[in-house]
């Protein structure tokens, strides 16, 4: 079976620095993959390196066996909402009719199927009230819902989403979660760059653990172990986290 990424000896520099320093790991396809590491441990870099978009300094890095570029329309990427112009007069809907061009080919035109999928995943997303808003007066979390729309139209086998639940509500990120979750159960490959360390567990079956270097790739039990987050994160980063999520855990139990 081809993995969904598999990455040798990858080694990504911008400028004299060093990103990402001689990663090598294979992920199986059908899983949820959670992307944990500190700010910036290259968590994103990853991405982008397995898009094309950045160019490893050397080794390489292949989504299912092939170079990016030859798997473009197989994979839906989500990127930070904050990369984003949203001042940009389009749509809703249009932005997620973006996610049918790939499929079009050079003088494609969209048919009415691609309209019928675009307001099916708006709705699936909870967005069809707002399909003609222009995407400038959308919340946070509305925004986010979108990204996941465009995602689901692309019919993709792989989604790499970059720190979606960054700015979204609670509500919204559980939903999200439950809409990715079914992908992964109709066989699809899911890879998410996490920040919150606390639900890493309720949320991933599979953990990529970064720091530069990778610190472990592997099932959730085998890698998410205490060891491991402290050589990822530091032992004090890793102590303040806790206890900063103890905290805002005793403030909603008082609230
Ligand atoms: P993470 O997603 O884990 O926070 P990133 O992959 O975004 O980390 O960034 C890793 C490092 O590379 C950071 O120190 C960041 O400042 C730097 N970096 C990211 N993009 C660029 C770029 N285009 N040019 C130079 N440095 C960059």
């Given at each position: 079976m081809k993995y969904a990424i598999e990455a040798k000896n990858l080694n990504v520099n911008y400028g004299k620095t060093s990103i990402l320093w001689d990663v090598t790991f294979r992920v199986p396809?059908?899983?949820?993959?959670?992307?944990i590491g500190p700010n910036g441990a290259g968590k994103s870099t990853l991405l982008k390196a397995a898009l094309g978009l950045v160019k490893p300094l050397s080794g390489k890095i292949s989504i299912l066996d092939l170079p990016a570029k030859e798997?473009?329309?197989k994979v839906a990427y989500v990127p930070q909402r904050k990369s984003v112009d949203w001042d940009f007069p389009i749509t809703a809907k249009e932005v997620v009719l973006m996610g049918r061009y790939g499929r079009l080919g050079l003088f494609g035109r969209l048919r009415k199927a691609d309209r019928v999928a675009a307001l099916e995943a708006l709705e699936l997303v909870g967005?069809?009230?707002f399909a003609h808003r222009q995407i400038?007066?959308?919340s946070g979390g509305q925004q986010q819902r979108l990204f996941i729309a465009r995602a689901l139209v692309q019919n993709a086998d792989i989604?790499?989403?970059?720190?979606?639940?960054a700015g979204v509500d609670l509500a919204t990120e559980k939903e999200i979660m439950a809409i990715l979750r079914r992908q992964k159960e109709a066989g699809k490959t899911i890879f998410i760059v996490h920040h919150d360390l606390?639900?890493?567990?309720?949320y991933f079956d599979w953990v990529l653990l970064l720091n530069t270097r990778l610190l472990g790739c592997g099932p959730l039990k085998e890698v998410f172990s205490r060891e491991n987050l402290?050589?990822?994160f530091g032992k004090s980063q890793l102590l303040f986290d806790e206890a900063a999520a103890l905290s805002a855990k005793s403030v909603s139990g008082i609230l």
């Amino acid at each position: 079976m081809k993995y969904a990424i598999e990455a040798k000896n990858l080694n990504v520099n911008y400028g004299k620095t060093s990103i990402l320093w001689d990663v090598t790991f294979r992920v199986p396809q059908g899983k949820l993959v959670g992307i944990i590491g500190p700010n910036g441990a290259g968590k994103s870099t990853l991405l982008k390196a397995a898009l094309g978009l950045v160019k490893p300094l050397s080794g390489k890095i292949s989504i299912l066996d092939l170079p990016a570029k030859e798997v473009k329309t197989k994979v839906a990427y989500v990127p930070q909402r904050k990369s984003v112009d949203w001042d940009f007069p389009i749509t809703a809907k249009e932005v997620v009719l973006m996610g049918r061009y790939g499929r079009l080919g050079l003088f494609g035109r969209l048919r009415k199927a691609d309209r019928v999928a675009a307001l099916e995943a708006l709705e699936l997303v909870g967005m069809a009230p707002f399909a003609h808003r222009q995407i400038s007066q959308l919340s946070g979390g509305q925004q986010q819902r979108l990204f996941i729309a465009r995602a689901l139209v692309q019919n993709a086998d792989i989604f790499l989403l970059d720190e979606p639940f960054a700015g979204v509500d609670l509500a919204t990120e559980k939903e999200i979660m439950a809409i990715l979750r079914r992908q992964k159960e109709a066989g699809k490959t899911i890879f998410i760059v996490h920040h919150d360390l606390p639900s890493v567990e309720e949320y991933f079956d599979w953990v990529l653990l970064l720091n530069t270097r990778l610190l472990g790739c592997g099932p959730l039990k085998e890698v998410f172990s205490r060891e491991n987050l402290c050589r990822a994160f530091g032992k004090s980063q890793l102590l303040f986290d806790e206890a900063a999520a103890l905290s805002a855990k005793s403030v909603s139990g008082i609230l």
